[in-house]
């Protein structure tokens, strides 16, 4: 659902709304909710809720069902996944992270490390694998960067990882449902993604985490909550961890968010990743290739230009390009802006399409050609995303 | 709302719907998710709603709004208040919790301390404080059990516990919407609790911590998500944390869960707290009261006949009361089970009636002359709540 006059660029970032969400979330909250009470925990499986929605994201990231689990936020998630690696490598002292990630996987890996008195080593993004040794616990990656959207590649990384006998952690936010994964094919341990982006499940909506199969037995994560229990209801005074990655969770699910994203998850029902993948790259492509014609050498790309290399976004570098970004959103053009100098746009195959792509150019083009970005309102750098 | 026929006493385990959720969730997620989009982090103020729903619980903490946050479950923030209190007092080796409070609490704590380096300590339920001493970080305790409901005396337990130097805890999920509890009077250091209660919040809603003002400036949580540094947006490498309690936010916060929360707490504006406790007492009084006239012998008391240590519930004890419980359920009278042999319920002051507690005790009264929780179908401990 996209409003009329809306050109919606930033799906990267916070995902549309499918249009049955209202409907879905006024029967939730009635029936279920409402009328339910209590026995809903039974009667409308909530207490399975985190588990069905866990399957739902499988698919979109190569795993088997129970190899997921949705638990609170991805940066309470990535916690306890470092600290699982931690302790899958208890002789190792160093997290390997990388200096430019999305900030809130360097300060978790930051606060894990000063926890478990390792050593947080940041690592050169053109080359993490250098920074990782026979000292390694872990290292953890973003996918797809989010400013560049420049992709690592999940084999060799994580094969280069694991042959120094590290865990592998990716973050998969700016992948998951624009850009396919697959963790069977690259062999990663774990990972971690968010599904307010490409999942469109709301702002906020609940994290997933991934653990392969052959770490199921010792998944030894922090936030030992009730519903990590094996028999939360039992309320025994010393935790025993579920089996498998329901061990993962912490505390209460959050029903209605969960409820809502479970709903959203519908929107990917039959849906071919390479073909979403194809979209994504025409996508992508188009819209550099028609940059270049038409405002040529007005922006550097941030972005690679190998189509291999490259997530489901392009960002422009530019002096102003806070004030292009306000302007264009004052045309209805909807990207984002990220410090310093990049305008960021996303291109979420699911629901946009090539003429969207060239009337962002056209409206970029206006924007330029007219200096409308000059206008002092859009100086102002208090919007806070 | 609670639906016809349906005798709900179960509000201290899940509180019902208000009336005007439905329609509030509605207006949100069309207005500000589906036509707002990212703009609505500024346009409807996501980023602050977690700051201006924790001023809506303050004044039922007696607490200042800037010392109360919202984020996350009640477990993952009663890690986070461990790890602080640990860092408060970093020449102490002990946390202190008591072996039968709410199994999550324990479970959190056993890992904050295994995390930490430093002993977990059950103390005697009876006498906390025995097991306090200078070598004590922290003692953290439930206010209100939530099996027997027996309160414990905040003023003398938090002075007790700091008199050693120790951080005083305070869980309160069992007691905030139903009993007044007041963090400036008491001195409390730091408290957790849940919103899904007596607040009506909704299955699984965010959960809230208080941090007392002397603390603000050395809160050192380990979720150090980006939305608990100083610029968010600012994409630092390093982590500099937010002023006071905003410092304990981890990640993006679940905006369509916390704006369900947010609406619900509307229903206490302009409540006067110690009408609500006398009026919780008055039901709770009437309920022990008809037992014994009507049921004569045949349950233990498992909550405390003294007023003033009773929270907002009364838990029977019997050796069927699974059963028994099962039965009043098919009667349309919800109270819940909790292990070994308890049949807990709660009287939510600010919905139930007087004649509730009649009919009620009338249903129960039914139950166990007609030994209706004789039904095989009862016997059976499949439901998990």
Known sequence: MIP??????????????????????????????????????????????????????????????????????????????????????????????????????????????????????????????????????????????????????????????????????????????????????????????????????????????YAARGHHERLDQPLTGWFGHADPFAMERDYRPASGTTSLAAGTPPIVAMSVLHSALDVFDGVDLSALRAKSLALTSMFMQLIEERLPGMFAFATPSDPARRGSQVSLQHEHAYAVVQALIKRGVVGDFRTPDLARFGFAPLYLRFVDVYDAVAALHSVMESREWADPAFADRTAVT
């Open 4 to 209: 009329d006059g809306v050109l919606y660029l930033d799906g990267n970032s916070l995902g549309p709304m499918p249009r049955h969400i209202p409907d879905r979330v006024g029967e939730m909250l009635t029936d279920e909710w409402a009328r339910g009470l209590i026995g809903s925990w039974n009667d409308a499986d909530w207490i399975g809720l985190p588990q069905r929605t866990a399957a739902k994201i499988a698919p979109l990231i190569g795993a088997d069902p129970d190899e997921v689990m949705v638990a609170d936020s991805a940066s309470v998630d990535l916690f306890k996944l470092l600290v699982v690696a931690a302790r899958l490598r208890p002789d190792r002292h160093a997290i390997v992270v990388e200096p430019t990630t999305f900030p809130t996987d360097g300060y978790i890996a930051a606060s894990a490390a000063r926890l478990l008195d390792l050593e947080l080593r940041w690592c050169d993004p053109s080359n993490p694998l250098a920074a990782v040794g026979r000292d390694t616990a872990a290292l953890a990656l973003t996918h797809v960067d989010f400013r560049s959207g420049a992709t690592y590649d999940l084999d060799l990384i994580t094969s280069g990882a694991q042959a120094q006998g590290a865990v592998m952690i990716w973050d998969l936010c700016h992948s998951v449902g624009a850009v396919p994964v697959d963790m069977h094919a690259c062999g990663a341990d774990l990972a971690v993604g968010c599904t307010y982006k490409y999942l469109n499940g709301g702002p906020g909506s609940p994290a997933f985490m």
